[in-house]
């Protein structure tokens, strides 16, 4: 059974969720106290594979319609569900029916009430089955004839079964159906089957941790009394010592033990291996068991009985400490390979993964490696719904499968409680935000895959770099070697800024800057700071027609090229285009533009640097001959970019 759709209503702050849909993953994105928690405790409680979280309490009703409910004879569904049917299990309920046309669909919804029951509805048509089993059993006409009014499998073999003195027919056909509707009814035995296959709900929450140290002598008081719940972590401890083979009763009796120390070694390296394929965070560390003697100057309740300690060996720096030493976001991660080790231990692959802020305390490098744990070691065999509003924890290359999460009231200020969103839609910006920063994010990490990077100050840079290569490629002559990866950082002065951001990843990197009176200073500083390696720092009056003192990019064309380029893309009247003939102040060209526009008549829009690079990207043949002494510069300035790469 796959879980498809999934709707909250009347419970704790969700007054109805409304439908959503969820697949193999889905992520469940709001702001704190938008209803999260509430979906999934909800959700858990269809089949919890923790029985003291199965049932829903009265006390969960919103509190804000609880008397009117309380005076009303209705009992409220807190959750309703939709599930696909396998192949496997379509099959069998045809097998049960005994026809296909009896079963209408492979969607089977399930939902569960304040009364704790489960109800289901089955996509069975009972008249086509008790007709199909009345049809195909061989009875007479008349036979046939006295159960032609019932309509239900529970009445079929009621009146089969009263008939006083039955032929071998009707025999054999109650025979047939008791075998088949072991429970009494198509109905019952259907659903007792499905129930079978119903997977369990397994949640997880950022504050279920593993203690660094547990007294075994309280561990056991609590366990007698059933009050394990107030020691912190016990259940993730219990499943530690599940994963040795043990259990508190037994470990409490061992003295010393050689077969023990092994079981304890033996896990110390699994988990060893499992954390760290996915802990980037420090590759130094081991995972380390001890069971000692209390010591009695330890505090309470260490001072007495036996100790179990969970410690962590940091092996760059030979030493130990208890796990509840280290970072949350570790003693998380840790934590939850230990209790999910055990459920599936316990509970098998049928299983459907809730987590609740997963990796809340985590940094993003590693919440971004525990994405990757949930792709690669739980998505393979389970439904995984998680809560976050960390844009780090966003797959965005998976957008699709995240579902905004809004308390939500209407325009008269009315409350209509949480509100999930069934696509990546919302009204609300702070809703949005995790899901804006995750793709900014990863696009602006994808502009920086190139081992190799040239910045440039803009995106008009960039066009026009990508224009000149692209001509000189088609000319056969040597172009920018494609294993640069040109990308705009905003000016010379965000260099350092992004250095900062993006050295860790080891790139290579160049620079072409603009040569203006403000810019002179910059570059050589630039220059001197080591940022950048030696002769990595380009300026564009080194590569321009007759070597400026000033210079940008556009330079690099010569004065002809441009001032055709410039008039071509404004579409500029005679009497409007830029003059050829170089101003007595030879300034840049673009400042030069940007004085004429600021001349023209005000029907003639403002000039823009970008304009020119976007028309010429569109028509790349527009400047005809003049563009051969500038695509001669700018193959200068390739060479030398193209010398640096190793």
Known sequence: MKLTWVRV???KSVLDSEWFSVGELTCLVGKNESGKTALLEALERINSVRPERKDFQETEYPRMNWSEYEESAQVATAVSTTWE?????????????????????????VSKDYQNQLHWDLPIDLTKTVRHAIESSGLDESERETLATIGTGSDLLKALSDIPAPSPQQEALLKELQIRWTEGGIQATAITYLKSRLPNFVYYSHYDRLPGRVSLNQLLNAQQNGDLESIEGSRVFLALLSMVGTTPELINQIDTSEGLIAKLE??????????????????????????DVASPSDPAPFDTGKVFQTRIENTRHEATIRLDERSAGFIWFFSFLVWFSEVQRQFGDNLIVLLDEPGLTLHARAQSD????????LLPKYQVIYSTHSPFMIDSRNLLACRTVEDVSNADGEVLGTKVGDEVLSSDGDTLFPLQAALGYDITQTLFIGENCLLVEGPSDLLYLQWASDQLRSQGRNFLDPRWTITPCGGITKIPSFLALFGGNKLHVAALTDYGEGDKKKVRE?????????????????????????ADTEDIFGRTAYVRLVNLAYSLEESDEMPVER????????????????????????????????????????????????????????????????
């Open 85 to 109: 049917l396998s192949v496997e299990e379509l099959l069998h309920l045809v097998s049960l029916t005994g026809t296909p046309d009896a079963v209408a669909s492979a969607v089977v919804t």
């Open 370 to 377: 525990l994405l990757r744990y949930i792709r690669e070691e």
């Open 9 to 11: 209503t009347d419970f």
């Open 526 to 550: 630039l220059r001197e700071s080591e940022l950048l390696r030696e002769g990595h720092v380009f300026t564009a009056e080194s590569f321009a027609e007759e070597s400026p003192s000033d």
């Open 583 to 646: 101003s007595a102040e030879r300034e840049r060209l673009t400042v030069e533009s940007t004085k004429h526009f600021n001349l023209l008549p005000p029907t003639v829009p403002e000039y823009d640097h970008f304009v020119p690079a976007r028309y010429l990207i569109e028509h790349p043949s527009c400047l005809g001959d003049l563009a051969n002494s500038a695509l001669n510069r700018f193959a200068s300035l390739f060479d030398s970019l193209d010398e640096l790469i190793d």
């Open 266 to 291: 033996a896990v110390e390296n699994r988990l060893s291996r499992r954390i760290f394929k996915y802990w980037s965070q420090n590759r130094h560390l081991k995972v380390r068991f001890r069971f």
